[in-house]
C-alpha cells in the first residue's frame, strides 16, 4: 500500500471487529490509534483516546455484529469524542451496517435505518464507507457522503479459482428478490441462472394486523345523484372499500434446471439460515451435485453453525465484515475471504482526494 500522505490518518475502532481494524491499519503501513472501549458495571460505555486526533483525518473501523446496540453506541461516542476534540474529519467505516434489513415501513413499525443514518449524522460523522448495503437506496438516508463499496470482484474471483468445474455451475437465487443479484453473477461468469419460488411459511409481513381491519359499512343504500354521460363510464365498488386479497404462497419451486450442475447461492447475508437450509434440501432433491453459497456478511446468528453443518451446503463463503471464527470452529464447510484491502484502499483514495470510480469499475446497479 502506498503511505503517500498517511501522516495525518488516526484509524481507531471500538471492540465489533478489532482484527479487521488491524490488518486495515497493517496494510496502510499505519499504526492504529490509542482508544480504549470499554463498560462500566452499569453497562454505559465509556470511550477514552490516548493520542491526539486535533487536526487529523480519523477513520473509525466499527462493522455490525449479533450485539449491534453496543455496536452503535460505542461508534456514535467515538464519533463525537473526536468531533469535540476538533478532528478535521471523521470517516465511519462500517462494513455492514446494523439495522439495514429495516429499511422499508411495515405494519405500524419505522424505518429503522433512516433512524440510525441521523443519529450518524448528528454524532459528527462526515463521510460514511460501508459495503453491500441490503438495499442500496439505504445511502439516501444519510445527509452526509456514502460510499457503498462493493464484495463481488472477491467473491467471483473465488469462483473461478477455488470452485473446481465452476464451469457446469448454475447460479440460484434462493428467492425473486435476490434475482437481480445472481442474475449479475450469471452474466459476468456466462453461467445459467435458477431462481427458487415459494416460500414455506408466512413471513413478518404477511401476518394480519389492525390495518386490514375493514371499514364500517353504512347500511342505508346510497343515493346516486344525476350523473353525466362521463360519470356514467365510471365504475364505483358496490358497498364501502374492497377488501384485501389473501396472498397464497405456492410451494417451493425451482425455475430453472440444476440437475447434475453446482448450484451456486449468493446473497448479501447470512443471518437466519433456515431459508437457505430449506433452499439446499430442494436443489438436491432435483439433482445439484455440489451446492455452494455466496455472501457478503456472514452473521450466522443462533445455531446457524449446527444447521449448516448437518444441511446438504458442501460450504459457504463470507467475507470477513463481520467476525465469525467461533462459528468457523463450529462448522468447517465455512470459509472466508479477506476484503481489508478493498477498505484500506478506499480510505487511501478518500485520503488523498482521489476518485473511487476504480473501485467500482465494472459494477452493475444490481450487485
Not at 471487529?17 to 488491524?22: E, K
Not at 470517516?91 to 455492514?96: M, Q
Not at 441521523?118 to 454524532?123: E, F, G, H, L
Not at 438495499?135 to 479459482?161: C, H, M, T, W
Request: charged letters at 25%; aromatic letters at 4%.
Amino acid at each position: 500500500m502506498d503511505n503517500t500522505s498517511t501522516s495525518d490518518i488516526v484509524i481507531i475502532n471500538g471492540n465489533s471487529h478489532p482484527d479487521l481494524a488491524n490488518m486495515v491499519a497493517e496494510r496502510m503501513g499505519i499504526k492504529n490509534g490509542g482508544c480504549s472501549v470499554f463498560h462500566k458495571s452499569n453497562r454505559e460505555t465509556i470511550v477514552e483516546i490516548s493520542d491526539s486526533v486535533r487536526g487529523k483525518d480519523i477513520y473509525i473501523i466499527q462493522t455490525g455484529t449479533k450485539d449491534a446496540n453496543n455496536n452503535i453506541m460505542e461508534l456514535l461516542i467515538m464519533a463525537y469524542a473526536c468531533k469535540t476534540s476538533s478532528a478535521r474529519s471523521i470517516v465511519g467505516v462500517i462494513p455492514y451496517l446494523p439495522y439495514s434489513k429495516q429499511c422499508k415501513m411495515r405494519k405500524r413499525g419505522c424505518i429503522v435505518s433512516k433512524l440510525l443514518a441521523k443519529m450518524m449524522c448528528t454524532s459528527g460523522l462526515t463521510h460514511i464507507i460501508t459495503m453491500d448495503l441490503h438495499q442500496k437506496e439505504i445511502q439516501g438516508f444519510f445527509d452526509i457522503p456514502v460510499d457503498n463499496l462493493r464484495a463481488s470482484p472477491f467473491l467471483l474471483q473465488y469462483i473461478q479459482e477455488s470452485i473446481p468445474d465452476y464451469r457446469n455451475s448454475v447460479i440460484v437465487a434462493r428467492n425473486p428478490g435476490v434475482a437481480k443479484k445472481a442474475n449479475s453473477y450469471a452474466e459476468r461468469l456466462r453461467l445459467g441462472l435458477a431462481v427458487i419460488h415459494g416460500e414455506q411459511k408466512e413471513t413478518d409481513a404477511d401476518e394480519v394486523d389492525g390495518r386490514y381491519s375493514p371499514p364500517p359499512t353504512r347500511n342505508s343504500t346510497p343515493q346516486h345523484a344525476p350523473t353525466s354521460s362521463a360519470r356514467q363510464r365510471t365504475t364505483s365498488v358496490s358497498v364501502g372499500v374492497p377488501e384485501h386479497i389473501v396472498k397464497v404462497k405456492p410451494p417451493l419451486t425451482i425455475v430453472g434446471d440444476v440437475s447434475g450442475r453446482i448450484a451456486i447461492m449468493v446473497d448479501d447475508l447470512i443471518d437466519d439460515v433456515q431459508a437457505f437450509v430449506a433452499a439446499a434440501e430442494m436443489l438436491k432433491e432435483n439433482g445439484a451435485c455440489k451446492i455452494y453459497v455466496l455472501a457478503t456478511h456472514g452473521l450466522l446468528s443462533s445455531d446457524a453453525p449446527r444447521q449448516l453443518d448437518e444441511s446438504p451446503i458442501d460450504e459457504i463463503v463470507v467475507t470477513n465484515t463481520i467476525p465469525h471464527e467461533i462459528q468457523k470452529l463450529q462448522c468447517h464447510k465455512i470459509k472466508t475471504i479477506d476484503i481489508s484491502i478493498l477498505i484500506a484502499e478506499a480510505i487511501r483514495r478518500i485520503h488523498n482526494k482521489e476518485s473511487m470510480s476504480y473501485l467500482f469499475r465494472n459494477v452493475t446497479l444490481e450487485d
